[in-house]
């Protein structure tokens, strides 16, 4: 596995490649916004309804494992003002 950076607007976003694959830090990107609270920005684009579609769309396409039923509570939820999601949750949901 290498982690390599390349810079965007000059900001530093590290990535990784992993099998043949690259995987770009949210968390870089997210400092760009608000350095002192890149977990907040992160949080509140999982809340985001259009975001949990792509993020469904995406798992659909690429994960194996991907979860149908569980993803659909995530989707009816997403956007309600009680609606919370990490991105830890979000890989225990989809990978268990």
Not at 58 to 86: C, H, Q, V
Request: glycine letters at 4%.
């Amino acid at each position: 596995m290498n982690r390599n950076n390349i810079i965007v607007k000059d900001v530093e976003i590290s990535y990784k490649k992993i099998n043949e694959e690259d995987y770009i830090c949210l968390t870089d990107i997210a400092k760009f916004k608000d350095p002192n609270h890149s977990g907040h920005i992160i949080n509140n684009w999982l809340r985001n309804h259009s975001t949990i579609e792509y993020l469904g769309l995406w798992e659909s396409m690429y994960n194996n494992s991907f979860k149908p039923t569980e993803f659909g509570r995530f989707k009816i939820d997403a956007g309600l003002n009680s609606f919370t999601l990490s991105p830890q949750e979000w890989v225990e949901k989809q990978m268990q």
